[in-house]
């Protein structure tokens, strides 16, 4: 099990991972890590899986790199977490850390975005997530029911 508490986190490590392309997806965590970065701090890598879509069964993973020794790189990853949490559960995380094992293999609406910035490094986001249900969408069409005669 992975807890994250004190929160000194971010600077993403894409290097040798593909990402699905930008876009909207339905996704889920299949596996959270802690492992030493390059620099030998401390990084969470959260594994991810398309769950629907052409893009069905692409994984990635996005690092947390939470042993930055950059405060403000710190910070940035402590609030990555934060809404990535957030966005699952619609709880909004304490200050006792987030307990990955609730998040696992949970099914979550978000956009993935990995454009590249001005020096042409991906640094891959997650944004605009919400918990995902499959409820079906109300259907506001006024087409006769199946079978009800024509006028």
Same mark, same amino acid.
């Given at each position: 099990?992975?807890? =994250?508490?004190? %929160?000194?986190?971010?600077?993403?490590? @894409?290097? !040798? =991972?593909? %990402?699905?392309?930008?876009?909207?997806? $339905? /996704?889920?965590?299949?596996?959270?890590?802690?492992?030493?970065? &390059?620099?030998? +701090?401390?990084?969470?890598? =959260? +594994?991810?899986? =398309?769950?629907?879509?052409?893009?069905?069964?692409?994984? %990635?993973?996005?690092?947390?790199?939470?042993?930055? @020794?950059? #405060?403000?790189?710190?910070?940035?990853? %402590?609030?990555?977490? !934060?809404? /990535?949490?957030?966005?699952?559960?619609?709880?909004?995380?304490?200050?006792?850390? $987030?307990?990955?094992?609730? /998040?696992?293999? &949970?099914?979550?609406?978000?956009?993935?975005?990995?454009?590249?910035? #001005? &020096? !042409?490094?991906?640094?891959?986001?997650?944004?605009? /997530?919400? @918990?995902?249900?499959? #409820?079906?969408?109300?259907?506001?069409?006024?087409?006769?029911?199946?079978?009800?005669?024509?006028?």
């Amino acid at each position: 099990m992975v807890q =994250v508490t004190g %929160f000194n986190y971010d600077d993403f490590d @894409p290097t !040798g =991972v593909s %990402f699905p392309p930008n876009g909207d997806y $339905i /996704l889920v965590i299949n596996g959270v890590d802690e492992k030493p970065s &390059k620099d030998g +701090h401390r990084m969470i890598n =959260v +594994h991810f899986e =398309v769950a629907s879509g052409a893009q069905s069964k692409s994984q %990635f993973r996005i690092g947390y790199y939470i042993g930055n @020794p950059n #405060a403000e790189q710190a910070k940035w990853a %402590f609030e990555g977490l !934060g809404r /990535l949490s957030y966005g699952i559960t619609g709880v909004k995380p304490t200050s006792r850390g $987030i307990d990955f094992d609730p /998040l696992m293999f &949970k099914s979550f609406n978000a956009t993935f975005d990995a454009s590249p910035n #001005a &020096k !042409g490094d991906k640094f891959p986001k997650i944004k605009n /997530l919400s @918990p995902y249900t499959n #409820a079906q969408p109300q259907q506001t069409n006024t087409a006769p029911a199946w079978g009800a005669p024509q006028q």
